[in-house]
């Protein structure tokens, strides 16, 4: 028993922190790119992701004392690659919460049609905005409610699956749009802030962690919850949409209140500590003063959705395709240099990282023509 807990403790932190509103684009990038290229999306990039947790973990287990990634890309390449990471990570940070927004409207649509994009949006900024202004430090237990949150609006929408094979009805693969899921599956996939957290859970347990079982159950949990939720929406949803839950017009009207509540509190957990870890990245290591960070954070979202930033599928793309591939390719850039690694793992590393900045030119390529 012993031993399963520091397994279950940490793969839980990897659970709790991936899971999140990517969930909701995968239907629709399935439905575009047939489910045999969404699958072998979910399967291949969870596995390459999971190797750069490792490779992260690895990193962070090396040194003495704690260093987050900012830190470590500044030790590693100095001040101009350090500025595109503190870019990379607060941009992919303000524009995820603004991809909550978004979300958020949906949501509360389920709970009082008719709402309003407007009215909707703005009743879950003034719920969200009131903790950042406060200054409130963390959501206790707040990624790990989130979860559970998730968990059971994937369990509402498998149970109320009334054509669990409709997704087969689909192609297997369309060559067309073979490249849409990249950036949402990636997006839906990140989860390397919890490798942190991870490795000081490791010192406080001692030898009893066990990295390589922690990332693989973790990851495998999350690809399995994305999969089930999938196929759930194409058995339950009347039309498939790029949010999924606007597609449950067939719903009865309490069932679909009851998934819109457990949404915006998923959402609600999410949106608050991003938004303080915003604010306090600013004060500390900007020295902006608190008001005018506290401002960028609460009134930075929604005019990124009043400037025309307003379609989920398209914000969601753009944060996983652009700004965590930057993110995950620093990573890997940071392992090449502090860990010791062979000609064979430093040319696999060179490949994986091609391929991220390939996937960035082309989510780039992708949102300004498509």
């Known amino acids: 028993m012993g031993s399963i807990r520091p397994l279950i403790g940490s793969a839980g932190m990897l659970f709790a922190t991936t899971v999140g509103a990517g969930i909701f684009a995968l239907p629709y990038v399935v439905s575009r790119s047939g489910w045999l290229v969404g699958l072998f999306y979910l399967l291949f990039f969870g596995a390459l992701i999971a190797f750069v947790h490792y490779l992260y973990l690895q990193v962070l287990m090396k040194l003495r004392e704690p260093y987050h990634l900012l830190g470590l890309v500044k030790i590693n390449y100095g001040r101009i690659l350090s500025s595109v990471a503190f870019l990379a990570i607060m941009g992919g940070l303000f524009l995820t919460l603004t991809a909550y927004l978004i ?41 790990a409610l989130g979860a559970a949150l998730m968990i059971a609006i994937v369990g509402f929408v498998v149970f109320a699956t009334q054509e669990p094979l409709r997704i087969f009805a689909l192609p297997a693969a369309d060559l067309k749009n073979v490249l849409v899921p990249f950036g949402v599956v990636l997006f839906a ?36 919850v994305y999969v089930l939720f999938t196929v759930g929406i194409f058995g339950s949803a009347a039309t498939i949409t790029e949010d999924a839950v606007s597609g449950l017009t067939g719903w009865p009207a309490f069932s679909l209140a009851l998934i819109g509540a457990l949404g915006i509190f998923a959402i609600w957990t999410s949106y608050v500590p991003i938004g303080i870890e915003i604010k306090n990245t600013l004060v500390d290591d900007l ?31 753009l944060v996983g395709g652009v700004f965590l591939a930057l993110q995950y390719l620093l990573i890997i850039l940071v392992g090449r240099a502090m860990l010791s690694l ?29």
């Open 103 to 143: 979300l958020a409207e949906r949501f509360l649509d389920l709970i009082v049609p008719g709402l309003g994009d407007a009215l909707g949006l703005g009743a879950f900024w003034l719920f969200a905005s009131v903790p950042i202004l406060l200054g409130v430090r963390r959501l206790v237990i707040g990624e």
């Open 189 to 224: 996939l990140a989860g390397w802030p919890a490798i942190e957290p991870m490795v000081e859970y490791q010192k406080k347990i001692g030898p009893g962690f066990r990295p390589i079982p922690a990332l693989a159950w973790g990851t495998a949990a999350v690809v399995l």
């Open 287 to 317: 020295t902006l003063p608190k008001l005018f960070s506290s401002g960028l954070v609460l009134f930075g979202p929604p005019l990124l959705v009043y400037l025309g930033l307003n379609q989920f599928l398209q914000v969601v793309g």
């Open 342 to 370: 062979g000609r064979a793992q430093k040319f696999f590393l060179d490949v994986l990282a091609a391929a991220f900045i390939l996937a960035a030119v082309y989510e780039i390529y992708y949102f300004i023509v498509g």
